[in-house]
């Protein structure tokens, strides 16, 4: 069974910074790529930003410039540095592992960017 826990969430004031880890319990060079979502209330799951085995990544228009994205093989983690915060990003921000023989989520972190 894998499993991804997040971590880095909360309460952050506009313009502000916060990182978000997802660490895996397997190998994180096992899955095809690494993902982030996010869901805000009432609204849909949307991507933000993605980065693949080889490490290449993509974004989210509403990330880019802002967001990135990154691993840590050696820890089996995934991390967004998420700069320039704003109330519309507030969210509850899931990690997604891509596998060949599936996709696994962790169950969420909350961001609130709020003054």
């Known amino acids: 069974q894998v499993q991804l826990v997040e971590s880095g969430g909360g309460l952050v004031q506009p313009g502000g910074s916060l990182r978000l880890s997802c660490v895996t319990s397997?190998?994180?060079?096992?899955?095809?790529?690494m993902h982030w979502y996010r869901q805000a209330p009432g609204k849909q799951r949307e991507l933000v930003a993605a980065?693949?085995?080889?490490?290449?990544?993509n974004y989210a228009d509403s990330a880019k410039g802002r967001f990135t994205i990154s691993r840590d093989n050696g820890k089996n983690t995934v991390y967004l540095q998420m700069n320039s915060l704003k109330p519309e990003d507030t969210a509850v921000y899931y990690c997604?592992?891509?596998?060949?023989?599936?996709?696994?989520w962790g169950q969420g972190t909350q961001v609130i960017v709020s003054s």
């Open positions: 997604k592992a891509t596998a060949p023989e599936n996709d696994y």
């Open positions: 980065i693949s085995r080889g490490g290449s990544t």
């Open positions: 397997r190998n994180i060079f096992s899955f095809i790529a």
